[in-house]
């Protein structure tokens, strides 16, 4: 257990606890929503400690956000913009998702991502950040597990190998654990609806099957969904 939550949180933190040899890497996706739990934990504490109004803590939140996940996720997004939105087939959205330049799609997708995520951290109860990481999360899990890998090879080819029926259930637990005692429970259905909607779509724009870009962009996109959610639900 223990050396497969370290490279979790090696590989979705920028915590270097390192990737233990002999372990394969799907075996970590168990442990995936419990990081998205430290991740939340560390959002709160952020909130609870700052001595700013609420725009300016907002502000801060999202920059720790950022920060502690080394912007694994918006980079998937990022490129997922670029991509997904190009037309062009799907072979060639393969292409321009490898490629390491910035495209306009991805510009502006950033933008308008990274405001509302400001925008809907200041709407809600600032105890429920904890919710929209450990979904992010478990969303990414499904996700891998679910539609099959666009590529012959890659990083997201790599790290599902030896992701399971196991690994499931234990972050669907872990995730509807944290979910219930928030009293959230009813919106991992939501999550599940959106992975599949969202994965669907991707899909069929790359061919029959998504990338590790796009498991990035189910998890940022998941997170405001979150927000969203959780602001007009609970305030």
Known sequence: MWDDLRSAISFLTIIPLGF???RKAGWSFAWYPLVGLLIGGLLTLVAQMSPFDSGLTSAMILLVWVVITGGLHLDGFSDSCDGLLATVEP???LEIMKDPRTGSWAVVGLILLLLVKWLAIGNITLALLIIPPVLGRWAMVMAVYSFPYARKSGLGGFFRDGLGTSQILVATLTAFIVCVHYDTALLMITVFC??????KWASQRLGGGITGDVYGAICELTEVLCLLVIGASYG
Do not use: D, K, M, T
């Open 194 to 199: 959106f992975v599949w909607l969202f994965g």
């Open 91 to 93: 072979e060639r959205r």
């Open 20 to 22: 233990p040899n002999g």
